[in-house]
T-cell receptor, first 113, second 113 residues
Framework: KQEVTQIPAALSVPEGENLVLNCSFT??????LQWFRQDPGKGLTSLLL?????REQTSGRLNASLDKSSGRSTLYIAASQPGDSATYLC????????????FGQGTELSVKP | EPEVTQTPSHQVTQMGQEVILRCVPI?????FYWYRQILGQKVEFLVS????????KSEIFDDQFSVERPDGSNFTLKIRSTKLEDSAMYFC???????????FGQGTRLTVV
């Protein structure tokens, strides 16, 4: 059974720092991995989708990497801003016909001005 | 930009009552999903729906739950007899394909009293 784990559970950094969020998964037979942002009491906003054949994907100040064989993904945020404060979730998509996502518990990020 | 919309944003219901949560997926998407997030816990998969039928469901999705696409735009989740433990944020999501990027709605917060 696939298990997705995110470390750390919470992270507090001063504005301007570069930071890395980690995601690991136990079953490497995935189709892709998606990173989301969740603001308190709100929905999930898709940040990046990285296919199993890709090593990394970039969008603005965000860069996601994927090492499928070792079951790891990282989300790199450059030059963090207070507006980046949110919970970041990773989710993997397995080889099921329905295409369900299996989520980690998230990393709660706080960027202090 | 196309988005997934959910109504209502918050619903309070008495234990044992039926509730229907509504979603309008992105118009050209073919795969539809319901997930839920109990406060402080992971986002959990409930059901996937494709070609007017359930393609996969989780252990949580028992006989109390049903989904329907009554017309070309709406996608609904019905809980027949709500329990206290059904209190959660319910998210609808859609994807163009089973492996495509998933887009989530803002969620319906269901409170069962």
């Amino acid at each position: 059974k696939q298990e997705v784990t995110q470390i750390p559970a919470a992270l507090s950094v001063p504005e301007g720092e570069n930071l890395v969020l980690n995601c690991s998964f136990t079953d490497s037979a995935i189709y892709n991995l998606q990173w989301f942002r969740q603001d308190p009491g709100k929905g999930l906003t898709s940040l990046l989708l990285i296919q199993s054949s890709q090593r990394e994907q970039t969008s603005g100040r965000l860069n996601a990497s994927l090492d499928k064989s070792s079951g790891r993904s990282t989300l790199y945020i450059a030059a963090s801003q207070p507006g980046d404060s949110a919970t970041y979730l990773c989710a993997v998509r397995q080889g099921d016909q329905g295409g369900k996502l299996i989520f980690g518990q998230g990393t709660e990020l706080s960027v202090k001005p | 930009e196309p988005e997934v919309t959910q109504t209502p944003s918050h619903q309070v219901t008495q234990m044992g009552q039926e509730v229907i949560l509504r979603c309008v997926p992105i118009s050209n998407h073919l795969y539809f999903y319901w997930y839920r997030q109990i406060l402080g816990q992971k986002v959990e998969f409930l059901v996937s729906f494709y070609n007017n039928e359930i393609s996969e469901k989780s252990e949580i999705f028992d006989d109390q739950f049903s989904v329907e696409r009554p017309d070309g735009s709406n996608f609904t989740l019905k809980i027949r007899s709500t329990k206290l433990e059904d209190s959660a944020m319910y998210f609808c999501a859609s994807s163009p394909t089973s492996r495509g990027e998933a887009f989530f709605g803002q969620g319906t917060r269901l409170t069962v009293v």
